[in-house]
């Protein structure tokens, strides 16, 4: 089993950044491709970036491409969103994903943390 536990959400004014963190625990070794996910008041949980398990490889929402940056640090077992130019549109709870497998969906998913961005 992994356990995923984010932490960086807060209130931010628009145009401001913050950096999201997701700490992974447990099977770490297990872990593939990870993501973030986000889900605003009223809405469905949307995809918004993804890394693979190198690192290398990056893919992005078209709502936050150019404004957010996905990242890893596989020997601290950290990943990372940094968020810049936010937008009031950004609000939402944001929660991290892993593959624990190298095909399918995300098999493990964190508890959330929720941004706010308004002035």
């Known amino acids: 089993q992994v356990q995923l536990v984010e932490s960086g959400g807060g209130l931010v004014q628009p145009g401001g950044s913050l950096m999201l963190s997701c700490a992974a625990s447990?099977?770490?070794?297990?872990?593939?491709?990870m993501a973030w996910f986000r889900q605003a008041p009223g809405k469905g949980r949307e995809f918004v970036a993804r890394?693979?398990?190198?690192?290398?490889?990056?893919n992005y929402a078209d709502s936050v491409s150019g404004r957010f940056t996905i990242s890893r640090d596989n020997p601290k077992d950290t990943l990372y969103l940094h968020m810049s130019t936010l937008k009031p549109e950004d609000t939402a709870v944001y929660y991290c994903?892993?593959?624990?497998?190298?095909?399918?969906?995300?098999?493990?998913w964190g508890q959330g943390t929720a941004v706010t961005v308004s002035s």
């Open positions: 447990g099977r770490t070794f297990s872990i593939f491709a």
């Open positions: 890394i693979s398990r190198s690192g290398d490889s990056t």
């Open positions: 994903a892993a593959q624990g497998h190298i095909t399918g969906g995300y098999d493990y």
